[in-house]
């Protein structure tokens, strides 16, 4: 590539990617973020726990369960 | 990534069972091979390695595709699959005329409410949280 041939390139490259502006954020987008990150830690409600908990003390009581429980899963 | 939400549904679906497998079919080697444990789990080992995989992808496709704009619980939905897998896996198990041990019969009144109870926390959790990470929650 000459050239020539190169600054036609970085011309039209230019045309093609004009520089930004506004690039400064509208707002303060931590908040949002925090409250976000926040939400997501709620954990298990309570009722999945008790459900845990009969599925594995089915499982202690009930052994022979498991090779089906493999099978299906 | 906001392409092909279907294929992601799949994938996500089918990735719990596909890397839990590797434990079962350990497990069954050892019990087989090692233990030599009377029961012939190769003619059956079809199901577990091919179909529920498979079933577990579609289910998950099936959720993305009609039920998630529906805002349908997907624990709820994942928890009924057992529904369909434990008769599919008696079938699969007949038309191969493999003996099933007596002791399975005996345990399907317990068995069956852990596998629901099962089956709901990891679609809840897991298939979730890849549904999740995969950008199609």
């Known amino acids: 590539m000459s050239d020539r041939e190169m600054e036609e390139m970085k011309k039209l490259a230019k045309e093609a990617l004009p520089p930004m502006r506004d690039a400064e954020l509208a707002r303060d987008l931590w908040p949002a973020m925090l409250e976000r990150l926040s939400t997501q830690?709620?954990?298990?409600?309570?009722?999945?726990?008790?459900?845990?908990?009969?599925?594995?003390?089915?499982?202690?009581?009930?052994?022979?369960?498991?090779?089906?429980?493999?099978?299906?899963? | 990534m906001y392409k092909h939400p279907y294929l992601r549904a799949y994938l996500a679906g089918i990735a719990i069972p596909t890397a839990f497998l590797l434990a079962i079919m350990t497990a069954y080697t050892i019990d087989r091979y090692v233990y030599d444990m009377p029961?012939?789990?190769?003619?059956?080992?079809?199901?577990?390695?091919?179909?529920?995989?498979?079933?577990?992808?579609?289910?998950?496709?099936?959720?993305?595709?009609f039920l998630q704009k529906r805002h349908f619980p997907l624990g709820l939905f994942g928890g009924a699959l057992p529904l369909l897998l434990v008769p599919g896996g008696y079938l699969v198990a007949r038309l191969l005329n493999f003996t099933i041990p007596p002791v399975a019969f005996q345990v399907v009144p317990i068995g069956l409410p852990?596998?629901?109870?099962?089956?709901?926390?990891?679609?809840?959790?897991?298939?979730g949280f890849l549904n999740a990470e995969l950008g199609i929650a």
């Open chain 1, 41 to 73: 830690r709620r954990g298990m409600p309570w009722w999945d726990w008790v459900l845990l908990a009969g599925a594995s003390a089915g499982i202690w009581f009930a052994p022979g369960v498991i090779p089906a429980l493999l099978y299906h899963l």
């Open chain 2, 39 to 65: 029961v012939p789990i190769e003619r059956v080992i079809v199901f577990p390695m091919a179909a529920v995989p498979n079933a577990w992808g579609l289910w998950n496709l099936i959720f993305v595709a």
């Open chain 2, 114 to 127: 852990i596998a629901l109870i099962v089956y709901y926390l990891v679609w809840k959790y897991f298939v």
